[in-house]
């Protein structure tokens, strides 16, 4: 008899269902008549919680039925437990429930390239991003003009929604790319993209920043880096940009007119103040390309200090017949001083000598001018 009641375990249907959110369902627990239980003795529970009796319709002396409506969404993709129990509470049968949607179009394609090693993709799921049931996506490319389909197959990078096509990479030819998303209520495919591997190269931050005083002047600091090591090797011309910012403020300065240079000097900065300064790289033009590639991520941040002040250091000086006698050389000064920064801002080397032999005269200027009034009050 035992073995017999093995071949007449309960079962519930439909077994495993998928469904759209908002759809209703109609459920069945078939007992068989030798087990001795009857159908009104029964109950569901739904993730745990037992379902009220009036959702309940017994079919026959050995089915009970439960009708859900407008089913929510599955609280996640290994589906919702539907279960049959006996009156003692044991589990007779169960059933996972896959509630959830279609995908829609995925979105934000995008693709680059690390020092032309590989071509990386991400993208983000259409709509509002979640099926609640499991959805595969698929990266899938061939070359523009005479390629064959196929799929990437790398998904062991870092970023959600990604994939990397790392063999037999073609640096000539553009790709044409696009994924498709599919689960069990339906499918969706992105637009398709065209990708020339060598217009989305992106690289390593520079190596080696370092940064430091220009001697004794107080609001100049010199930037010095190395390029990326990875495309050492390759024929391009690197651009690069400059960020700096106060210690104690988090809004960034971006200067942008660095060019291909390897080093800058930033001018007009705040005496005896601790700056922080980022590097990054744009690989532009490698083996001949038109376009600018894609920008590094910034270096971790350099510190530095401009020197202080000899006006802060030695004190104010309140002499009204010395500023009277210095004011129009220092208008001329200042005049001649706007021009110059003007000129010298940035990383540009024009007048920078001029502009520094300028500064230094002046500070001595100052000191020599506060040393003597200091003298004339003792």
């Known amino acids: 008899m035992i073995g017999c009641l093995l071949f007449h375990v309960p079962i519930i249907h439909p077994q495993d269902p998928v469904l759209r959110i908002g759809s209703n369902l109609t459920a069945s627990c078939w007992v068989h008549p030798d ?3 009857h159908a009104s003795s029964l109950y569901w529970t739904l993730n745990g919680q037992q379902l009220p009796s009036s ?13 859900l409506a407008a089913l929510s969404a599955s609280r996640q ?6 279960v049959c129990h006996n009156h003692k509470g044991h589990i007779l049968a169960g059933s996972c429930l896959y509630v959830g949607m279609p995908p829609e179009k995925p979105v934000n394609l995008t693709c680059w390239s690390k020092n032309t090693k590989d071509l990386t993709c991400s993208w983000a799921p259409g709509g509002r991003g979640e099926t609640n049931i499991s959805t595969k996506y698929k990266l ?5 003009w005479y390629g064959t389909e196929k799929e990437c197959k790398d998904n062991t990078h870092t970023l959600p929604y990604s994939c990397s096509i790392t063999q037999d990479l073609h640096l000539f030819t553009p790709y044409e790319i696009w994924v498709e998303a599919s689960n069990q209520l339906g499918k969706a495919k992105s637009d398709v993209i065209t990708v020339d591997i060598l217009e989305v190269v992106t690289t390593d931050p520079p190596s080696g920043v370092m940064v430091s005083r220009v001697g004794q002047l107080e609001d100049q600091l010199s930037v010095r880096w190395e390029a990326p090591p990875a495309l050492k090797d390759f024929l391009f011309r690197a651009k690069y940009q400059i960020r700096y910012r106060l210690e104690e403020n988090q809004e960034w300065k971006v200067m942008d007119d660095v060019g291909n240079q390897t080093s800058c000097r930033l001018a007009g900065l ?6 922080f300064v980022q590097v990054r790289c744009n690989p532009v033009g490698i083996y001949g390309s038109r376009k600018a590639g894609i920008w590094s991520e910034w270096t971790h941040p350099t510190a530095a200090s401009t020197p202080h002040s000899e006006r802060l250091m030695s004190g104010s000086c309140d002499s009204k017949s010395s500023g009277d006698s210095n004011s129009t050389l220092r208008r001329e000064l200042k005049q001649f001083f706007g021009w110059v920064r003007k000129h010298a801002y940035g990383c540009s080397s024009m007048s920078m000598k001029l502009y520094d032999q300028w500064r ?9 001018r506060n040393q003597v009034l200091q003298g004339d009050k003792s």
């Open 270 to 275: 705040r005496p005896g103040t601790v700056y």
């Open 35 to 37: 087990l001795g239980i």
């Open 55 to 67: 959702l309940y319709r017994v079919l026959s002396p050995t089915n009970l039925s439960v009708t």
């Open 140 to 144: 899938k490319y061939k070359l523009r």
């Open 77 to 82: 993709t290994s589906g919702d437990n539907l």
């Open 360 to 368: 230094v005269l002046m500070q001595k200027s100052h000191k020599t």
